[in-house]
């Protein structure tokens, strides 16, 4: 009873305080990240968490491996030269980042077999120089070797990324920083997307924290206008 009266004669006042109050909540939910990290879900001493760690520290191979698909508009778009030496460009810039290990890629097959067929020199290790060198190659390569990385006409290739991240914010941000390039570098008719079973969990994961942020706001908000309509005053919502 005290309280009903002390907020009815300081009226004013309270609800200046909860209005304030208000801000300051909003201003905190504004500034929290969502990520999901799932290598946190087992304890330290768990042997997967700890055969995980293992592998990344010793042998650095990256256990977080996803894929990037870069779509042609036509068959053997792919194995065009041009498209070759974009797709090593490409290869180039996610090895430079930190938390990626290692790529794989059709690139890597042609500049193998362009090395082994001048002897092995180190100098050779790279791409041909002609449309036509490349056509040979493509001839001597096992299509089911190559099944990873390549479809069956040529019209899609696949990047194969292996990195050690296990925070989906830190995944996303590669992941949007690797199209970004891409786009600025490939023409308009091809499409280059980052997928992977990691990718989509990432993803999925963000935008279901993402929205139970929003139904918790949706949520206060209708409490909101079902009070005010009925007690007949905002000042009651």
Known sequence: ESIGRFSIDHRAAVGAGALVIIALFAWGAWSVEVETTYLTYFPKDDPVRQSVEAVNEHLGLG???????????????????????????????????????????????????????????????????????????????????????????????????????????????????IEQFAAGMFPPSFSVQATGTRVVLDRTADDLASGQVGSLVAAMAIVFVVLTLQFLSPRFG
Do not use: C, W
Request: net charge negative; charged share 25%.
């Open 63 to 177: 256990d977080a491996a996803f894929f990037v698909a870069i779509d042609g508009p036509e068959t053997d778009s792919i194995t065009q030269l041009s498209t070759l030496h974009r797709i090593a460009a490409l290869q180039d810039y996610i090895e430079r980042m930190p938390q990626v290990k290692s790529t794989a890629s059709i690139v890597d097959y042609v500049k193998l077999l362009h090395r082994t067929l001048h002897d092995n020199d180190p100098a050779y290790y790279g791409l041909p120089d002609t449309d036509a060198a490349v056509s040979q190659y493509m001839l001597l390569l096992d299509p089911e070797t190559l099944g990873d990385v390549l479809s069956g006409d040529s019209s899609r290739g696949v990047i194969l990324v292996r990195s050690n991240i296990h925070v989906s914010k830190t995944m996303n941000e590669l992941v949007d920083r």
